[in-house]
């Protein structure tokens, strides 16, 4: 079996967010040494839980698409999420246009990448496994939410995996 690795990095706002967050809860942690005591608690409680949503963002955060011969997945540090040949109907470049009016509905909105749950006036309910908010490639699925990534060369993975489809 062959794959195809495409790259995916993160865009400037994602950065910036990804870095930040952690760095804060880190603060609050230090702040915990010189406040009063009874404020210490909430800092400590309020420090751990952006510690443990950066953690887990940080796991599924997407690092890598790959082409597979039966089907495209996505790699995280948890582990692939597999989208099967058998699924995929339709892969093709987000027009910028599709964006207009999306909204965050569940899921992360920068810190890692952009994964969960969005939705567009255009598009509807969608499943987001994104580094960045530019580049965007969409996968229609069989019975499913469309799948948005964000590969670095999104024609060059369109074409991939749209041959990939026609030889199967």
Same mark, same amino acid.
């Given at each position: 079996?062959?794959?195809?690795?495409?790259?995916?990095?993160?865009?400037?706002?994602?950065?910036?967010?990804?870095?930040?967050?952690?760095?804060?809860?880190?603060?609050?942690?230090?702040?915990?040494?010189?406040?009063?005591?009874?404020?210490?608690?909430?800092?400590?409680?309020?420090?751990?839980?952006?510690?443990? /949503?950066? *953690?887990?963002?940080?796991? +599924?955060?997407?690092?890598?698409?790959?082409? %597979? $011969?039966?089907?495209?997945?996505? @790699?995280?540090?948890?582990?692939?999420?597999?989208?099967?040949?058998?699924?995929?109907?339709?892969?093709?470049?987000?027009?910028?246009?599709?964006?207009?009016?999306?909204?965050?509905?569940?899921?992360?909105?920068? /810190?890692? *990448?952009?994964?969960?749950? +969005?939705?567009?006036?255009?598009?509807?309910? %969608? $499943?987001?496994?994104?580094?960045? @908010?530019?580049?965007?490639?969409?996968?229609?699925?069989?019975?499913?939410?469309?799948?948005?990534?964000?590969?670095?060369?999104?024609?060059?993975?369109?074409?991939?995996?749209?041959?990939?489809?026609?030889?199967?």
């Amino acid at each position: 079996m062959i794959t195809r690795t495409f790259t995916c990095t993160s865009d400037f706002f994602s950065r910036i967010v990804s870095n930040a967050v952690p760095a804060g809860a880190v603060v609050m942690l230090v702040l915990t040494f010189v406040s009063p005591e009874e404020s210490r608690s909430s800092l400590v409680a309020a420090a751990l839980l952006m510690l443990v /949503l950066s *953690g887990a963002c940080l796991l +599924y955060a997407p690092k890598e698409y790959l082409i %597979q $011969s039966d089907g495209i997945a996505v @790699r995280r540090m948890v582990g692939l999420k597999k989208f099967q040949l058998e699924k995929l109907l339709l892969i093709r470049k987000m027009d910028a246009a599709e964006t207009k009016g999306l909204i965050r509905t569940f899921g992360n909105g920068g /810190l890692f *990448g952009y994964t969960g749950r +969005y939705y567009s006036p255009s598009l509807g309910q %969608q $499943s987001w496994y994104c580094s960045r @908010r530019t580049g965007l490639v969409v996968i229609q699925l069989r019975e499913s939410l469309p799948v948005i990534f964000s590969p670095e060369d999104p024609e060059a993975f369109v074409e991939a995996a749209n041959e990939m489809i026609r030889t199967a």
